[in-house]
């Protein structure tokens, strides 16, 4: 055994033995005798704004609040205009939005429109600080497709912790296509927002972020499942064919998404967008940041299990040792599908779609390179605790505020070659952009990966060209991010800034 190995199974090997101990929020599940699937699923209020003509104006407040994810439970809890997570705000392309975002929490916060092409002062990213009892305006103008995007807490060196406590929302596109699909599309009925995350609760029902240091390595990771804010629901379904709007909204937990039964469901979107035509498949690997929406068939009216599989995460050497150790891979049900009530669904599941145009390679100027690390045995001084926030890095260095990695061209298209040097995947995400995947390791991408993205799952010793439009804004002074979105990776520092001139 090496030195390092040894020090490894020394500093990993005590802190995971404590986690043979029952989960906190089972025995809590045991104390109050709660089933599974006894919860209700919970359909998040739907916010289309105030509309004047093309001009919407939403008024959002961070706040704090409690909620009772267990009977009798309270928990600490950050919201936008409810105690837990945010609304589902809607919009058209076309409209231009006016974000009105008032921080009552009591610290300094942020709000970043994920997904969307907007102007660099309106993105929300850890520059655009909102401070305590101050509102911040974003406004910009919906230039892009139809698609299921969300909003978060950027909160420099504090995303994952503000988020993690429920800082999140989900955020609709609607374009001229959306009413001429024949897709499900009623909000709440055959069209269903499915934010998934995993959360670690303390005895006194508190949240539990961030204890020993494999957690910061590995990134937060929780044992119970929340749909919407509850604690693995029933959905009693209207309709015997559902649009599952689906978001990985957990920190750093990868899913792979299927049914009990391994039914086949039909995935129509990435997360920026319908692809050219359903894809069957019966799991579907989901990152943190990526959405997916999907077909499911009930006409069957038997009630289905959603549940993540064990295989979702691909390690290697110690921290594969360290991610079993943690029992980090596992299975979980999420939800329950009751469709005993539905009523037949007027809708089949479409051959094609109606979907935004594929990006064009020949235009590519520059192939730049992002390479994805974790000082990991070199940084015992970080794993020890010393420096926190430098053992995380893009292409060797990690966030600095102040310094700008680069800057691109507006109108150009570039070529991002991600990989990952590391023994852990990373969720690639990019700013302002819907990027195109253009191969894995040199093959094709993934049918159900073929759309606009603005997340890439990198696996180690992966590599994964992303074709990337940069349309509109230009703006010298104030950069856009790329990061990992492992929000603990990210908040330790695998994140860099651009600008477009
Ligand atoms: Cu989902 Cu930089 O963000
Ligand atoms: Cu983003
Ligand atoms: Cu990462």
């Not at 009977?71 to 589902?88: D, E, H, K, R, W």
């Not at 999140?168 to 055959?190: K, M, W």
């Not at 979980?332 to 064009?360: N, T, W």
Request: charged share 20%; glycine share 10%.
């Amino acid at each position: 055994m090496s030195c390092s190995r040894r020090k490894f199974v020394q500093i990993f090997g005590a802190g995971a033995a404590g986690l043979l101990l029952p989960p906190l929020s089972a025995s809590l599940l045991a104390k109050e005798k709660v089933s599974s699937f006894s919860n209700a699923y919970a359909l998040p209020p739907l916010d289309n704004g105030k509309r004047q003509g093309n001009q919407v104006t939403f008024n959002l407040t961070m706040q704090r609040g409690k909620m009772s994810f267990f009977p009798g439970v309270a928990t600490s809890t950050l919201g936008i205009n409810s105690p837990y997570l945010g609304p589902v705000l809607r919009a058209k392309r076309g409209d231009t939005v006016s974000l009105n975002v008032q921080n009552r929490i009591g610290e300094e916060s942020t709000l970043h429109w994920h997904g969307f092409t907007l102007p660099a002062v309106a993105d929300g990213g850890p520059h655009q600080r909102i401070a305590s009892g101050k509102t911040w305006n974003a406004t910009f103008q919906i230039r892009q497709p139809a698609s299921t995007l969300w909003y978060h807490s950027h909160q420099y060196h504090g995303t994952g912790e503000q988020v993690y406590k429920g800082m999140a929302g989900l955020f609709y596109i609607d374009d001229e296509n959306t009413s001429r699909q024949s897709l499900p599309t009623t909000y709440g009925v055959d069209d269903l927002p499915v934010v998934i995350q995993d959360r670690a609760f303390q005895r006194n029902g508190e949240f539990r972020y961030l204890g020993m240091m494999p957690e910061r390595m590995q990134g937060m990771h929780g044992d119970t499942l929340l749909i919407n804010g509850v604690v693995t629901p029933t959905l009693k379904a209207q309709k015997t064919l559902i649009r599952l709007r689906l978001l990985n909204g957990s920190n750093a937990r990868i899913y792979n998404l299927a049914f009990h039964d391994h039914r086949p469901f039909y995935v129509i979107a990435g997360d920026c967008g319908l692809l050219a035509s359903p894809v069957r498949m019966n799991r579907i690997r989901l990152a943190p940041g990526e959405r997916a929406e999907v077909l499911v068939d009930l006409s069957d009216r038997s009630p289905v299990i959603l549940k993540t599989l064990k295989g979702a995460i691909q390690t290697t050497g110690m921290m594969g040792m360290m991610m079993n150790r943690m029992n980090n891979d596992r299975e979980f049900a999420i939800m329950q599908i009751d469709p005993r009530q539905a009523e037949s669904s007027s809708y089949r599941i479409p051959g094609v779609l109606l979907h935004p145009a594929p990006l064009s390679v020949t235009n590519a100027v520059v192939t730049r390179p992002m390479k994805m690390n974790m000082a990991m045995m070199g940084g015992m001084g970080m794993m020890g605790g010393g420096s926190r926030h430098d053992g995380f890095t893009i292409n060797g260095r990690s966030f600095d505020r102040q310094r700008i990695d680069f800057s691109v061209k507006r109108g150009s298209t570039e070529i991002w070659e991600v990989s990952n040097s590391s023994m852990l995947p990373h969720p690639f995400h990019v700013h302002n952009v819907q990027f195109q995947v253009l191969d894995r390791n040199g093959r094709p991408p993934y049918a159900h990966e073929r759309g606009l993205k603005d997340t890439i799952l990198v696996n180690p010793d992966e590599v994964v060209r992303i074709l990337v439009p940069f349309r509109y804004y230009a703006d010298s002074q104030n950069p856009y991010m790329y990061h990992c979105h492992n929000l603990e990776h990210e908040d330790q520092g695998m994140m860099g800034q651009f600008t477009v001139v």
